[in-house]
Nanobody, 120 residues
Framework: QVQLVESGGGLVQAGGSLRLSCAAS????????MNWYRQAPGKQRELVAA???????NYADSVKGRFTISRDNTKNTVHLQMTSLRPEDTAVYYC??????????????WGQGTQVTVSS
């Protein structure tokens, strides 16, 4: 059994910062890509940032220069440092990871989501 648990969401004023964290636990053999998605009310879920297990990163154009994704492979964690937050960043943020378990089954896992609200 593999789980992803997010933390760090909350309410912040525009221009502020938040740091999201996601920890993977359970019967894990290998974690490949780790990603952050977000879904705002009435909108589709969108990819915000991605990081490979080698550390290569990719960002949505809307967050480039403001958000930084990082991971600690020794702790099976991924973080999203968000700065210069805007009201349009308000959404539920989801951690997602491509994981091979110790049973060698490779699946896509999702966290439960954490709310980020940016007030103007």
């Amino acid at each position: 059994q593999v789980q992803l648990v997010e933390s760090g969401g909350g309410l912040v004023q525009a221009g502020g910062s938040l740091r999201l964290s996601c920890a993977a636990s359970g019967s894990i053999s290998t974690i490949y890509n780790m990603n952050w998605y977000r879904q705002a009310p009435g909108k589709q879920r969108e990819l915000v940032a991605a990081i490979t297990n080698g550390g290569s990163t990719n960002y949505a154009d809307s967050v480039k220069g403001r958000f930084t994704i990082s991971r600690d492979n020794t702790k099976n964690t991924v973080h999203l440092q968000m700065t210069s937050l805007r009201p349009e960043d308000t959404a539920v943020y989801y951690c997602n990871a491509d994981i091979r378990s110790k049973t060698l089954r490779r699946l896509d896992y999702w966290g439960q989501g954490t709310q980020v609200t940016v007030s103007s």
